[in-house]
């Protein structure tokens, strides 16, 4: 298997641009619905849910490959969200890609830009 790194960058370059051989119809989609483009997380113990949405939803063996700033998450097939733990306070970006079984990029989520802030503790 490709190390995640190139794959990663294989997978995302692939994506980029269409396939030739893509059946009119057969657009699959992902989306990062959590957190949204621009919000601010206020996370005092640095804690922090990803969600995505995958229309159609993912069949067997599809997972989401996650980039969060240069941390790859894999999910396990069929898994569409998971929480994080000591997020530090600041910029972030997450993408990610679906993969089928043997590593073929199947759909790429926009990339999301987020904040991470610690609320007042009183």
Known sequence: ?????????ASLVSLA???????????????IVAPVEKQTVLANDGSLVISFAAKPPLAEGER???????????????ITGFAMTDVPIGAHVVDAIVV?????PVALAKPVSFYVHFGLRI
Do not use: H
């Not at 490709?2 to 990663?8: D, E, H, N, Q, V």
């Not at 989401?64 to 069929?78: C, E, M, N, P, T």
């Open 1 to 9: 298997m490709k190390t995640l790194a190139s794959f990663m960058i």
């Open 17 to 31: 641009a269409p396939a030739a051989n893509a059946e009119p119809g057969s657009t699959r989609v992902l989306a």
């Open 64 to 78: 989401i490959v996650v980039r969060i700033d240069d941390q790859v998450v894999v999910l396990a097939s069929g």
């Open 100 to 104: 089928d079984d043997d590593a073929n």
